[in-house]
Nanobody, 133 residues
Framework: QVQLVESGGGLVQPGGSLKLSCAVS????????IGWFRQAPGKKREGVSC????????FYEDSVKGRFTISGDNAKGTVWLEMNSLKVEESAVYYC??????????????????????????WGQGTQVDVSS
């Protein structure tokens, strides 16, 4: 069974930066993608970014473009999400998730198609990000 473990969350001031990690192990799929999602209390889950295992495709929700960077290292089995210029309203639990068929869950326009998280097969436990002064 594929396992995902997030880390790197914590408390940062508005305008600060944070880098999240997602450790991936036990994958049996050769064409999966990893997505980052976030959910604040009382709010709907939002897609943030995603990357194909090959690294050939990376996509971002519009509000984070230019501020967040997603990257991965297959040899290390790790995907990172670097977040810069963080805003208070971006406080949430951040999750990484795997979709075993990348083209179904990570594509151009994915973040305009509703909750693409429904396409994802395996989820991590989440890591808390608090943006506060």
């Amino acid at each position: 069974q594929v396992q995902l473990v997030e880390s790197g969350g914590g408390l940062v001031q508005p305008g600060g930066s944070l880098k999240l990690s997602c450790a991936v192990s036990g994958s049996t799929s050769d064409n999966y993608a990893i997505g980052w999602f976030r959910q604040a209390p009382g709010k709907k889950r939002e897609g943030v970014s995603c990357i194909w295992r090959t690294g050939s495709h990376r996509f971002y929700e519009d509000s984070v473009k230019g501020r967040f960077t997603i990257s991965g290292d297959n040899a290390k089995g790790t995907v990172w999400l670097e977040m810069n210029s963080l805003k208070v309203e971006e406080s949430a639990v951040y999750y990484c998730a795997a979709v075993l068929s990348a083209h179904k869950g990570c594509y151009s326009g994915a973040f305009y198609d509703g909750d693409l998280g429904d396409e994802y097969d395996v989820w991590g436990q989440g890591t808390q990000v608090d943006v506060s002064s």
